[in-house]
């Protein structure tokens, strides 16, 4: 197989990439040992200057690998309207009675903190103006 980039032609060596696949053995990640070699592996393959096309299609398959694992076990978006509170107070070393002015009473306060009572839109909005943020981190969806 030929590819062409610009003038030059780069032909792919299946046997070059028989000998990286065998040296590596990239196969479906099932931990987190697994995910940090293949990682590492990237991570070497990144520094080098001009891969050649064998070693790029190994990256390519090494990435799709990570992605999977990843999009698997680590919920990026697996934050609520409580922790995304929880977090922005610890952020700035908030203290509940630091949102009394915002929430009404430290009652309320301390219910939200300690996840008993949802945000209320109303809330949600002097939360959004207090933190600088956009209100709807504050709402379930």
């Known amino acids: 197989m030929t590819k062409t980039t610009g003038k030059m032609t780069l032909t792919f060596d299946s046997d070059r990439y028989s ?5 590596y ?19 070497s ?12 299609t190994l990256l390519e398959l090494l990435v799709k690998l990570i992605e999977d694992f990843e999009e698997t076990h ?5 934050s609520t309207p409580h922790s995304r509170l929880l977090h922005l107070m610890n952020a700035r070393n ?10 009404d009473t430290l009652e309320i306060v301390t219910q939200i903190i300690n996840n008993q009572l949802e945000i209320t839109k109303k809330q949600a909005e002097a939360l959004g103006k207090f933190f600088d943020v ?8």
């Open 19 to 23: 000998s990286l696949l065998s040296q």
């Open 25 to 43: 053995q990239p196969r479906i990640i099932k931990n987190e040992d697994e995910n940090e070699i293949f990682l590492e592996i990237v991570e």
């Open 45 to 56: 393959l990144l520094s080098r200057n001009n891969l050649t096309p064998e070693e790029d």
């Open 74 to 78: 680590y919920q990026i978006n697996a």
């Open 94 to 103: 908030l203290e509940p009675a630091d949102l009394v002015e915002i929430m």
């Open 134 to 141: 956009n209100p709807s981190l504050f709402i379930f969806n």
